[in-house]
């Protein structure tokens, strides 16, 4: 996710907090949100009302990637467009685990599977209508999928679906190949049946399903890489001004039938947003009452962070969930002499997680102290721990010892360890990682790269990272959906390193793995699929390739005079459908 | 006019040119060359354009939707092509014509550039133009004052004030000011406030006040202190004792002849300040979150958005070389002795 910032600006904000903490909250007693207190909305809906009304403002400190439900990949996004757009399937907009379930949306119900899993099929509700009158159909469905497939006009979107679907050799959507028969990935039997086939069975395809993609486009209405510029809305809310990297904003639409959508509750007459916003100047408008959503959903400025967590009547207001994201080191055994697992095993020993986790923060904006690859909110997760780092969570020295005699290196070795020079989180990684397994000999060296370029050219690009010796490389992953594909199949699939660069999988490339991943993804009973994730966290953590360091968490602020409040899990923040203007 | 003034003008205009085109091949060099020296090709500049876990088609395809596999030269042409005759766009089922001028279309939101720069130029000059007025009013009154009343508590003060605006920076000034006279006082507008003169000028002026206010105290610290020097210097001038000894009152000796002489410096820095902020001023814009230039220019640099990056590059040194221009044309009208030479 997005989240680029001035640096300065982080100093500034922290003397902003020191002089705001020193006039003191006058504009506290931030209590107008009746039951409130700290964590209170991660598994409570806080002010429930079914009050219409009232104008939601909304801030982002960066932009968005895209509005088209074809190319976008921002997970507040999705979150934020299913006001306007409606997939087949949605997350249930419901607070806490609830909202992992996944519930019908554009479909009467969830897909049927058939074929052993192969083939998806999904009838539509009746009586969906898009902004200008015209009912939704099918072929909508279709071609909205389709296109989304087309890289060259929609590079940000997910890849899910060319990657799954059997799509005709040479197909490269429907305005380069608009002539290509694509009855062999889908079909539409009628105006309100859609089916998937697809190459191989996908026991989890409800989870692409919920994809923004899958939100019907009318072809006749397509403008391509414009079509971000108004997307024609299946939503209860319709666009009403849109000025790209900007501001927009979305009013009700008429044609949205309440009788047709058990999931909206379409509460707010509208919707302001604004984008560019100084994030420092996010928070205090939203301590303010000035703006109600910091829509990135990403939690507070490190500026507010003091502020909010030493001042209760702000604190009560606040939220600390656990997000679906991990940050981590990759283990590269490419380098020598990590290409021997003992090596490899003495940095998972040696490594002092208390202080990986004050290099994020500590608990409240960092996260917890991470054992396991997959976070706790992906069902399937199994909690242990094959490294244990003792009481403290300073290590065990002597395993580590032990380790590096097993691989030769009783006396340590020296590599280097990449992270992303913009970011100080990563830098206090490395250095915190540079100090705890100096502690058995092994010597780190700080190599910082710019983060666009951080996996295409240097930390994700093979050849560069042999070279270079980069043994460790500072990482971090969230899940595309919570589940153990959406959170797996990137970081862990040797399939997706490319020679040339560009993945965030760096070290992971063990054959065995592969194959558990492709039985996983075949398996349809979702029970039988999740012990086998688990399954796969543990073996790859056998092979010592990956550091976990820390489940992240987020300090959210509630906006002022918002009902209907709650984090949804399955987004990691708040949900924007369910909230209403007091 | 004289000829000699016209002359003058055309040939900066025409070395002004040429210098645009320098700025922009420095500008589109820097972005091709210092990558490939770091090992960088058509395929990793492409995965900047792309979104995560993109498959090395996808990537592949964005290289060559933007013209990464042509030598640097070629692209710098395509680019230049279009100013002179326009430029085609593929945005999927059609394709859109920029017309001549046209400076590309943004690699991220396939917008075309200049209707982008054109959109925020009046916000970013609204900005300029109004803190201009007031740290000139400011900073060359209490610089003048200073100067007479060396020494004084006036003098100390306000130069204990000046070295303070001088040392703080805008984006804290800027935050500071926002909490405490919007979000506390509820005196100013909030951050991300603006309206447009031709909507609403008492709106446009009540949004712009405090970033007019943090803007222009800094620039007016600056501005007091040199009138300050220039003015203790002037007025220690012979041609100052001869308008004294003339019979001349105070205040003309010190407007018409003491505060004249002193100006000359001042519309120099005036000129170079003013060109790069109406480029963008980029911290002030960032801090009260204002769509202007300036904001467009961390955006595109951040997104490593090129065409953007060549547009308000462009834009800005367009800008400095026209309020150079100016300031040259206008020294013959501040100080004699430039206009007899």
């Known amino acids: 996710m997005n989240s680029k910032r001035l640096v300065t600006a982080v100093a500034a904000g922290a003397a902003v907090a020191m002089a705001l903490s020193a006039c003191g909250g006058s504009t506290g007693g931030n209590s107008g949100s009746g039951e409130s207190g700290f964590n209170a909305a991660l598994d409570k809906t806080l002010n429930p009302s079914e009050k219409k009304g009232g104008v939601i403002k909304i801030a982002n400190a960066g932009t968005w990637d895209s509005l088209d439900p074809g190319e976008t990949y921002y997970g507040y996004s999705w979150n934020f467009l299913r006001l306007y757009g409606r997939s087949l399937v949605m997350f249930k907009p419901a607070p806490g685990g609830a909202s992992n379930e996944l519930v019908p949306d554009l479909a009467e119900k969830l897909g049927e599977p058939s074929d052993g899993g192969k083939t998806w099929t999904y009838k539509l509700r009746t009586g969906i209508k898009y902004e200008d009158g015209t009912p939704v159909t099918a072929k909508d469905v279709a071609y909205a999928v389709l296109r989304s497939t087309d890289k060259e006009t929609f590079p940000n979107g997910p890849a899910y679906f060319e990657g799954f679907l059997n799509l005709p050799e040479g197909y490269k959507g429907p305005y380069k190949t608009p002539d290509m028969d694509t009855s062999s990935a889908i079909t539409t039997p009628d105006d309100q049946t859609v089916v998937f086939h697809l190459k191989e069975a996908f026991g989890g395809f409800d989870y692409m399903a919920q994809l923004p993609q899958t939100a019907p486009v009318p072809k006749a209405k397509d403008t391509g890489a414009k079509y971000k510029e108004h997307v024609l809305s299946t939503g209860p809310y319709k666009f009403d001004k849109n000025e790209i990297d900007k501001k927009f904003n979305l009013v009700r639409n008429d044609q949205w039938d309440q009788a047709t959508d058990p999931n909206r509750k379409a509460l707010p007459d509208g919707y302001e947003v604004e984008m560019n916003v100084n994030a420092d100047d996010i928070d205090n408008r939203l301590i303010n009452g000035d703006l109600h959503i910091d829509i990135a959903g990403t939690g507070v400025q490190p500026a507010s962070l003091s502020r909010v967590l030493g001042d209760p009547s702000l604190k009560a207001n606040a939220d600390n969930p656990t997000i679906a994201r991990l940050w981590y080191t990759s283990i590269n055994p490419t380098v020598a002499p990590l290409d021997n697992i003992d090596c490899r095993k003495a940095i998972e020993y040696a490594t002092d997680k208390t202080s990986y986790q004050t290099a994020y923060g500590g608990p409240f904006s960092g996260g917890d102290i991470a054992t396991t690859i997959m976070p706790p909110l992906i069902p399937g997760q199994e909690k242990f721990d094959l490294y244990p780092a003792g009481a403290d969570g300073k290590g065990d020295m002597n395993k580590a010892k032990e380790a590096l005699t097993a691989c030769g290196q009783p006396n340590g070795f020296e590599t280097n360890i990449a992270y992303r020079a913009e970011r100080p989180k990563e830098k206090a990684t490395a250095e915190s990682l540079q100090q705890s397994l100096a502690r058995v000999g092994i010597k780190l060296t700080l190599r910082a790269f710019p983060q666009g370029d951080y996996f295409s050219q240097f930390a994700g690009n093979p050849p560069f990272v042999k070279a270079n010796n980069l043994g460790l490389v500072v990482n971090g992953w969230g899940a595309d959906w919570n589940d153990g594909f959406g959170f797996l199949s990137q970081i862990v699939d040797s399939r997706v390193i490319r020679e040339t660069g560009g993945s965030s999988n760096t070290s992971v490339r063990i054959p065995e793995v592969d194959t558990m991943l492709d039985a996983a993804i075949a398996e349809t009973d979702a029970t039988k699929r999740e012990a086998m994730w688990g399954d796969i966290d543990k073996r790859v953590m056998e092979e010592a390739v990956i550091l976990p360091g820390v489940y992240a968490k987020s300090l959210l602020i509630r906006g002022k005079g918002l009902t209907n409040v709650f984090v949804s899990e399955a987004y990691g923040m708040y949900d924007y459908l369910a909230l209403g203007a007091s | ?341």
């Open chain 2, 1 to 341: 006019m004289p000829a000699t003034v016209i002359t003058y003008i055309i040939r900066r205009l025409f070395a002004a040119v040429v210098l645009l085109f320098i700025v922009s091949m420095i500008t589109f060099a820097i972005f091709f060359v210092i990558p490939k020296l770091g090992g960088g090709t058509p395929e990793t500049l492409a995965s900047r354009y792309v979104g995560r876990a993109a498959t090395a088609e996808t990537v592949r395809l964005t290289a060559e939707r933007l013209g990464f596999y042509d030598p640097i030269l070629v692209q710098y042409g395509h680019w230049l092509k279009g100013i002179f005759v326009g430029a085609d766009y593929d945005y999927g089922p059609a394709v859109d014509h920029c017309p001549a001028p046209c400076l590309g279309y943004s690699f991220r939101t396939n917008q075309p550039v200049l209707p982008d720069l054109l959109d925020r130029l009046p916000v970013t000059l609204s900005l300029a133009s109004g803190a201009a007025v007031l740290w000139l009013l400011a900073g060359i009154s209490v610089g003048t004052l200073s100067a007479l009343r060396k020494g004084s508590v006036l003098d100390r003060m306000s130069m204990g004030v000046a070295l303070a605006g001088v040392s703080l920076p805008i984006f804290f000034t800027g935050l500071i000011s926002l909490a405490f006279f919007s979000y506390q006082l509820g005196w100013t507008a909030p951050g991300g406030s603006y309206t447009p003169i031709t909507e609403n000028i008492g709106d446009w002026a009540y949004a712009l006040l405090l970033p007019w206010i943090t803007l222009a105290f800094q620039f007016s610290a600056q501005y007091a202190r040199l009138t300050r020097a220039g003015m203790l210097e002037t007025m220690n001038e012979d041609f100052i004792r001869t308008a004294r000894a003339k019979g001349l009152v105070e205040r003309r000796v010190v407007v018409k002849h003491g505060l004249r002489g002193a100006l000359t410096p001042i519309l120099t820095i005036f000129g170079l300040d003013i060109g790069l902020l109406l480029g963008g001023a980029v911290l002030t814009e960032s801090a009260f979150s204002l769509k202007g230039l300036g904001q467009y220019a961390i955006d595109a640099i951040k997104n490593y958005d090129l065409p953007k990056v060549m547009g308000v590059t462009i834009m800005a040194a367009f800008f400095i070389v026209l309020a150079n221009l100016v300031v040259d044309l206008l020294y013959a009208v501040v100080d004699p002795r430039v206009r007899t030479a």
